[in-house]
């Protein structure tokens, strides 16, 4: 089992990035899927989670409520986290993260 994080990169104020994390070795809709970052020296902040099955997203960090959204393709075993209005304490890195597969290595967001 296996996650794989990308979509990260350097964005300006303002601007948008899509994050996906791609799951190998099991099915992601039957799983709790979580995103979760770590600012520079900062502990990890749940920024999103989605739950199983047919239920929908039933968590979002007030920090990024309205500014990031969270989804699920099934078909892709993809998890995805479309970040708009990115803001400079965005900057951490991202992981997605499940019960079974633990968490992905995590892909860098710096918006600067």
């Known amino acids: 089992v296996q996650l794989v994080e990308s979509g990260g990169g350097l964005v300006q104020p303002g601007g948008s990035l899509r994050l996906s994390c791609k799951a190998s070795g099991f099915n992601i809709s039957n799983y709790v899927m979580k995103w979760v970052r770590q600012a520079p020296r900062k502990g990890f902040e749940l920024v999103a989670q989605?739950?199983?099955?047919?239920?929908?997203?039933?968590y979002v960090a007030d920090s990024v409520k309205g500014r990031f959204t969270m989804s699920r393709d099934n078909a892709e075993n993809t998890l995805y986290l479309q970040m708009n209005s990115l803001k400079s304490e965005d900057t951490a890195l991202y992981y997605c993260?499940?019960?079974?597969?633990?968490w992905g290595q995590g892909t860098q967001v710096t918006v600067s």
């Open positions: 993260a499940t019960a079974l597969a633990g």
């Open positions: 989605i739950d199983s099955g047919a239920g929908g997203v039933t």
